[in-house]
């Protein structure tokens, strides 16, 4: 068997937990509202036409925040079509994704959903065929009290109350050919920073997230961000990052490991901006955003074309996951948290049908798919500080990264209950791994509360419609903690199932 080691202590710590680390995505895509999170003809829609079994799943997987409208759809979108009477609206072309958007739900009913679903909002702006003004006009719809035009209209179409959101996007992936409204760095970098001016001149203590790369594989990757802060810099709190990850011709084993170029991404970006605030003389950290990332399937998106009609809410990027992809988003979860000290909010897209934990039929269930688990037991277990670990681990070969850890983990320590949480992935295509974690420094009084794994032996099962429960979490077993079973010591031994992601809670006596 393999072995691998860490210790931890809890005076080295690399950053509380962020809570907007758990954030998610709604975008105007596919089905991602449309028979996603509202379907008014559904058995279970309440009165607002919101499904509330999609509610509670929402609610099941710990969700924070939610990053809307989108997205490459927010790019050719005009707000003013979402509100009002809905029997008013306009049907639009939505040319990122060829197809009709009705405008049935607008930003009044998403606040609505989201308050119903305890979540922040982190509302995307369109730069793409649009600029300052419509910046402001939104923001003066959504945060501005009453007294104005269009706050009064608001008031008038039912929200007294502005809705307060705080975190706002500069649009979306503006680096990328495919965007309506694609720019170069140095065209983005003066409207990002023109907009965040005028957004700021209106409301001084709204956060602001200016676009980054939208993958680490784009040739403007890095002078992109250097370019853009260089005229924004001043004005913007975070620069976003977005990855998907995808097994490609059978290699699995360069797949667990996408975490290893996460890492990477990260580490980039937050050397590239540092070096921009060190020949501005500024003393001001820029945060991450990674509000785009999952698993995706991109290669068999860009061999299927769009549909050649236009219809509302086709069926598109409807991902099914297996064991392997749960394991990885699992890993992607890993890194944000090791990175808690600069990635201070994270989106995994999206949250219904497309590319998400979450899936419907219209009319029918709802259910989890098989990546739902490490994010909502994340969610659920990461509080207090992310601490700083060094792991010893035997390493493999993959094809795309070079030497990669077979264990990779990160722990966090909550100091109000003392609780101790453990967060491990297993590479390791055949073996399980006996995993050592030191823990002498916390004392000799912590007990395993609860312990989970995901895995399977069939790495490729997936859940669905007709079997939603196939892959679910379960009782991690083989600890030994201290001298015996779940009783007291210094450390705590755990046996990782190949291919798998675990967490293990430990508390006081």
């Known amino acids: 068997m393999l072995r691998a080691r860490v210790a931890l202590n809890p005076a080295s710590v690399v950053a509380p937990v962020s809570r907007r680390t758990f954030g998610s995505f709604v975008e105007h895509m596919g089905r991602c509202v449309y028979t996603g999170i509202y379907e008014p003809g559904h058995p279970l829609a309440d ?25 490459n759809f927010v790019s050719g979108y005009r707000w003013e079509d979402g509100v009002g009477p809905v029997a008013d609206r306009p049907r639009r072309r939505d040319l990122a994704w060829r197809s009709i958007e009705t405008n049935e739900v ?17 509302y995307a702006v369109n730069l793409g065929t649009r600029g300052v003004q419509e910046a402001l006009d939104v923001h003066e719809y959504i945060n501005h009290p009453e007294g104005t035009h269009l706050s009064e209209l608001r008031r008038a179409n039912g929200a007294e109350k502005p809705y307060g959101i705080k975190l706002w996007c500069l649009g979306n992936e503006l680096d990328g050919p495919w ?57 913007v709190d975070y620069v976003s990052c977005h990855a998907y990850y995808e097994e490609h011709d059978g290699d699995l084993g360069s797949f667990l490991a996408s975490a290893v170029d996460m890492d990477h991404f990260v580490n980039s970006i937050v050397a590239t901006a540092d070096a921009v605030g060190a020949r501005l003389k500024s003393k001001k950290k820029i945060n991450l955003s990674f509000d785009e990332w999952n698993v995706w399937y991109l290669s068999r998106f860009q061999s299927a074309p769009l549909p050649k009609e236009w219809e509302v809410a086709p069926r598109v990027i409807e991902d099914q996951y297996n064991v392997a992809d749960a394991v990885v988003v699992g890993s992607l979860l890993i890194s944000l948290l090791r990175h808690s000290d600069r990635v201070t909010a994270a989106c995994q897209a999206q949250l219904v049908n497309v590319i998400a934990p979450i899936m419907t039929e219209p009319g029918g269930p709802a259910w989890r798919q098989t990546i739902f688990h490490p994010f909502a037991r994340t969610a659920a277990l990461a509080k207090g500080d992310v601490l700083r670990l060094e792991i010893q681990s035997p390493v493999y070969s993959t094809e795309k990264y ?44 912590l007990t395993v509360a609860e312990a989970w794994t995901l895995t399977d032996d069939d790495v490729r099962a997936t859940n669905t419609k007709d079997d939603p429960d196939r892959v679910t979490m379960q009782p991690l077993t083989g600890i030994a903690l201290g001298g015996g079973d779940n009783g007291g010591g210094g450390d705590v031994t755990l046996t990782l199932p190949r291919i798998s992601w675990s967490a293990i809670r430990l508390t006081r006596v």
């Open 179 to 235: 965007q309506t409204g694609h720019k170069t760095p140095e065209e983005y970098g003066l409207l990002a920073a023109a907009t965040a001016r005028a957004l700021r001149s209106a409301e001084p203590d709204l956060e602001l997230v200016a676009c980054g790369s939208s993958s680490s594989i784009m040739p403007t990757f890095g002078s992109w961000e250097s370019t853009l802060l260089e005229h924004a810099y001043d004005v």
């Open 402 to 445: 070079g030497e990669a850890p077979v264990i990779d983990a990160v722990a966090t320590h909550d100091p109000a209950t003392g609780d101790v949480v453990v967060f491990a992935v297993n590479r390791d295509q055949e073996q399980s791994v006996e995993f050592a974690v030191d823990l002498r420094a916390f004392g000799d009084d």
């Open 47 to 71: 009165e607002d036409g919101f499904r509330t079994d999609v509610l509670a799943l929402a609610r099941e997987l710990g969700v924070t925040m939610v990053r809307y409208p989108g997205g």
């Open 106 to 122: 607008g930003i009044d009913e998403f606040a609505k959903w989201a308050e119903k679903a305890d979540v922040e909002i982190m």
